[in-house]
Structure formats: structure tokens, C-alpha cells
């Protein structure tokens, strides 16, 4: 593969923004013919947890649902949604394994499709992309 085909990202945070940044980077780098990986670690780990709904930051958390009803009106896919497009995409997810010991985490708490992956192993990938992302 060309380093131009490839595309990673980094995400450290939970935020409802730090959701929607990797899926649309991710879902439109792939459309463009990109294999994209995109790695969650510290807080990002959240991210990928079954059943998490992710809040816009600080005081701005109490708008998150206006925001999802804002996004609704606009025909903007949900995060929910965007993750599956991302997945049919074949967008790659992976959850930091050291995050996921210092946050309790264990595999069955990921949303499906997530492959756990060591530093080591997200920067092999990284250093033969022409572009990585760093969100958080």
C-alpha cells in the first residue's frame, strides 16, 4: 500500500465532537479509497464503549440533545449511525490495550468491530501513513 492510501488517526477524548471527528475524517478519507485506522486511548476509550452516548464539553453538555436534533434536521447521520458506515467503510477501530488496563476495561465492553492494538503496533501502522491525525 502507498503511504497516500493511508490515513490514521489518534483520539484521546470522549467528547461528542471528539466522536464525530474521527467518523467523518474516517467514513469520507475511506470513500475516497483510503484504508483508515483510527486508535482510542485514555479518556477517546469511552468512545468505543457499548451503549456510551458522548456529551459536548463542559457547560455545553446540557445542549448535546439539541445539537442531536439539530444534526437530525440537517440529514447528518447520528454517531450510532456514522459508526456503522464507518464499519461498512471497513474503517479499522482499535482500543488502546495499556488504556484499556488503567481504565478496567475488558473486550466485551467494546462496541463490535473494535480490535485492541498496542502502542507499538498503532505506530507501526502510523509511520508507513502519509497522514496522521492527532484528536484530543
Known amino acids: 500500500m502507498d503511504m497516500a492510501d493511508k490515513f490514521c488517526m489518534v483520539v484521546s477524548e470522549g467528547g461528542f465532537d471528539k466522536a464525530m471527528m474521527p467518523l467523518i475524517m474516517g467514513t469520507t478519507a475511506a470513500s475516497m479509497g483510503m484504508e ?5 486511548t485514555f479518556f477517546g476509550l469511552n468512545l468505543l464503549k ?6 459536548l464539553p463542559g457547560m455545553m453538555r446540557f445542549f448535546t440533545g439539541m445539537m442531536e436534533k439539530k444534526m437530525k434536521k440537517l440529514n ?6 456514522m459508526m456503522k ?3 461498512e467503510l ?4 482499535y482500543a488502546c490495550s495499556t488504556s484499556m488496563t488503567l481504565m478496567g476495561m475488558k473486550e466485551s465492553d467494546l ?3 473494535t480490535k485492541i492494538l498496542g502502542a507499538s503496533a498503532f505506530l507501526n501502522l502510523a509511520a508507513d501513513s502519509k497522514t496522521t491525525l492527532f484528536i484530543g
Do not use: C, L, M, W
Open 111 to 113: 462496541v463490535e468491530g
Open 76 to 81: 447528518i447521520p447520528s454517531i450510532q449511525e
Open 50 to 55: 457499548k451503549g456510551n452516548r458522548p456529551k
Open 90 to 93: 471497513d474503517v479499522k477501530f
Open 36 to 40: 483508515v485506522h483510527v486508535f482510542y
Open 85 to 87: 458506515q464507518a464499519r
